[in-house]
């Protein structure tokens, strides 16, 4: 008896080449507010597939996601992020474990084309933008309410988001310290960097929610809320939601929009030849964070 002939993968159109590249160029992370209206069901589903076709070893697919609707539950997390960023900025934490991000003027932005540069500050912060990682510049931060003040623009940009994206990992693969470990991982960013290429096409923005990941017990309540069994790793969180026509910045923010120039970071044959810059990229200066 002969086999019935193997099913054959459905036809896709041919992608456009240049609008591909175009987006990824012009990928970006939201840092303002999103439209109030919830996100359409089929958007929902358009970015679970796009995160389902990353590659992953074997094709394991370890990836597992929860998308988040409940106000109650919106809430709360929005809590716990403003409640994380309060307590990392009050206890000095966030700059002490990010300074060497921090770029302080174009020049240094222009040397280095990494990090971010804190260019937009209420008009008492900014003779003190450069002190922040001194105990007297944290003093004058405390005096000054900036702790509360971000807190409670974290918990707003949270609260006002109509959704929520966690991202998990099954633990029969994702085991730290071993190469599954590195694959599930590697696998995830895949996924994820999937989705933040595609939110564009949809109208929508993404924005990583990491603060409450920095405060163990916060995070734990989080992994409570998401009702997360023992099989799963909760790896990050990430808001979502269709952008306004007009995008307003946070009370404190900042841009980054360098990227490294290629021979500071591709080298040609071995790592002791520096790639050289023949060409400008078509979109510098489009990508962020």
């Known amino acids: 008896m002969t086999s019935p002939p193997l099913a054959q993968p459905t036809a896709l159109p041919p992608p456009v ?40 070893h074997f094709n394991s697919q370890p990836w597992r996601f929860v998308l988040i609707e409940n106000p ?67 003093k004058v931060m405390r005096q000054l309410g900036v702790p509360r003040k971000l807190g409670q623009d974290n918990r707003q940009l949270v609260a006002g988001s109509p ?7 099954d633990k029969t693969e994702y085991r730290p310290g ?20 595609a939110v564009e096409a949809l109208g929508m923005g993404i924005q990583f929610v990491s603060t409450p990941a920095e405060i ?8 409570r809320l998401l009702v997360v069994p023992d099989e799963l790793e909760l790896m990050a969180l990430f808001r979502l939601g269709y952008l306004p026509e007009e995008h307003s910045r946070p009370t ?22 520096p790639e050289a810059e023949d060409a400008p990229l078509r979109t510098s200066g489009h990508a962020q964070l």
């Not at 900025?89 to 804190?118: P, V």
């Not at 163990?216 to 992994?223: L, M, N």
Request: net charge positive; proline share 4%.
């Open 163 to 169: 959704l929520l994206l966690a991202a998990l990992l």
């Open 216 to 223: 163990p017990r916060h995070w734990q309540e989080v992994q």
């Open 72 to 138: 109650a539950t919106i809430a709360r997390v929005a809590e716990l992020a403003g409640q994380s960023m309060t307590e990392l900025i009050e206890a000095g934490l966030f700059f002490e474990r990010y300074r060497r991000y921090f770029r302080f003027s174009q020049a240094e932005l222009e040397e280095k084309r990494d990090g971010i540069h804190i260019d937009h500050l209420p008009g008492p912060l900014r003779p003190f933008t450069r002190q922040v990682f001194s105990d007297a510049g944290l």
């Open 252 to 273: 404190i923010d900042w841009s980054s929009r360098h990227r490294k120039r290629l021979e500071q970071f591709v080298y040609r044959e071995s790592c002791a030849v």
């Open 17 to 56: 080449m240049g609008g591909v590249i175009e987006g990824m160029l012009r990928r970006r992370t939201t840092n303002g507010p999103f439209r109030p209206e919830a996100v359409r069901r089929e958007d929902q589903h358009t970015l679970m597939r796009v995160a389902q076709a990353a590659p992953s």
């Open 178 to 197: 071993e190469l599954s470990g590195f694959y599930s991982v590697f696998g995830l960013g895949a996924a994820i960097e999937n989705i933040w290429n």
